[in-house]
């Protein structure tokens, strides 16, 4: 159990935290520097022993320094979610500054750290959530548009507030919940990036409005060492933070999973080792 991570390095005074794809270096994929395409990539806390530890051993290559007086929870479940959205926002969707971006389901820590990157971009917001709470939490981020996907038909909402135009980018890790009203709102040459599906894998795309509207569906998982680099530079310059909901004891692992087990989280939950 457990991905991120942060910690000190033993023997040492270094505070590092932790990348948790975990590449071989040899294959075609990582010698092009794209290391989360690895033909034998693998997480940690998933294909690997997770992070809820109090020793962890991983390559030299997955820790990056940051400085001593960075928060420690905020750090601690910092890597994966934002890595994740920078790569499927700045890499793939290549998101540019006044467009429009749907990210569905707001409040995990995907969709938030998709948030938080595209305001740092400057494109202009919309989020979905069943939750009024959460949509309200997503406004104080910065969100521009709230919807709630329960007593809204978020795809004609959206055409409906901009003139039938829909948005450039649909950031959609919910799946086949989702899927139909994130094309519905996806606009002309519009780009819908993925890297989950949490309510169901199988969705069911009209090729004739893909090319009709020539839409690029793209697929995105976790990031390279370039990315991961770029993202740890934002956490050392204090941005990009990742909300914290609750914060655990290890004695207290059973209410951490029941904390996210419930959906009513907003952000990351944290377990601490002593």
Request: with cysteine; charged share 20%.
């Amino acid at each position: 159990m457990g991905a991120d991570a942060v910690g000190i390095v033993d023997g040492t005074d270094e505070l590092v935290v932790v990348n948790p794809g975990i590449s071989d270096g040899t294959c075609e994929y990582c010698l092009r520097g794209e290391q989360s395409l690895c033909v034998r990539f693998k997480l940690l806390g998933e294909h690997l022993p997770g992070t809820i530890a109090e020793c962890i051993v991983v390559p030299e290559a997955n820790v990056a320094r940051i400085p001593r007086d960075t928060p420690i929870p905020e750090a601690a479940a910092f890597s994966l979610s934002t890595l994740t959205a920078w790569r499927m926002l700045v890499t793939r969707a290549q998101l540019r500054p006044d467009e429009h971006v749907l990210i569905q389901g707001i409040g995990g820590g995907v969709a938030i750290a998709a948030l938080q990157i595209a305001r740092h971009i400057g494109a202009h917001v919309w989020v979905t959530s069943s939750s009024d709470a959460k949509l309200a939490r997503a406004r104080e981020l910065g969100a521009d548009e709230t919807l709630n996907y329960n007593t809204t038909d978020v795809a004609s909402e959206i055409r409906a507030r901009t003139g039938k135009r829909g948005v450039d980018v649909v950031v959609d890790s919910v799946g086949q919940a989702s899927w139909q009203s994130s094309l519905g709102a996806l606009g002309k040459f519009g780009r819908l990036v993925t890297c989950g599906a949490t309510s169901g894998p199988t969705v069911t795309t009209d090729a004739r409005k893909l090319f009709w509207n020539q839409w690029t569906i793209l697929g995105s998982t976790m990031g390279n060492n370039a990315e991961f680099a770029t993202v740890v530079n934002e956490l050392r310059e204090r941005r990009l933070l990742p909300p914290i909901d609750s914060v655990f004891d290890i004695t207290q692992g059973r209410e951490a999973f029941e904390r996210l087990e419930s959906g009513a989280q907003f952000g990351k939950v944290v377990v601490r080792v002593a």
